[in-house]
């Protein structure tokens, strides 16, 4: 069975950066569709990125775009999120996810049948 651990959060001064890992074991990871979600206090969990399963690039939310960077490193069957330029409402806990059909369907989380525990991201001075 897939599972997913993510790690790298931490607390980091507005305009720093941090680099998000989320490593797959139990299943290879390229097999899946696998997106970046996250939930701050008191909101919903949004999506933030996504690869296809098929795809050739990630898909990003407007909030996000310019600013993170998602990856996969095949030979460690792992995911990253390279995230620049944070923002306080960047804050938040970050959670990576799988589905195995190929859309990505970023704003329907329930499609996603793996999660990880999540890792925090605090953006603060």
């Known amino acids: 069975q897939l599972q997913l651990v993510e790690s790298g959060g931490g607390l980091v001064q507005p305009g720093g950066s941090l680099r998000l890992s989320c490593a797959a074991s139990?299943?290879?990871?390229?097999?899946?569709?696998i997106a970046w979600f996250r939930q701050a206090p008191g909101k919903e969990r949004e999506g933030v990125s996504c690869?296809?399963?098929?795809?050739?690039?990630?898909h990003y939310v407007d909030f996000v775009k310019g600013r993170f960077t998602s990856s996969r490193d095949y030979t460690k069957n792992t995911m990253y999120l390279q995230m620049n330029s944070l923002k306080p409402e960047d804050t938040a806990v970050y959670y990576c996810?799988?589905?195995?059909?190929?859309?990505?369907?970023?704003?329907?989380?329930?499609?996603?049948?793996?999660w990880g525990q999540g890792t925090q991201v605090t953006v603060s001075s």
């Open positions: 996810a799988a589905r195995r059909a190929p859309l990505c369907l970023l704003d329907r989380r329930s499609e996603y049948d793996y």
């Open positions: 139990g299943a290879t990871l390229d097999d899946y569709t």
């Open positions: 690869f296809s399963k098929y795809g050739s690039h990630p």
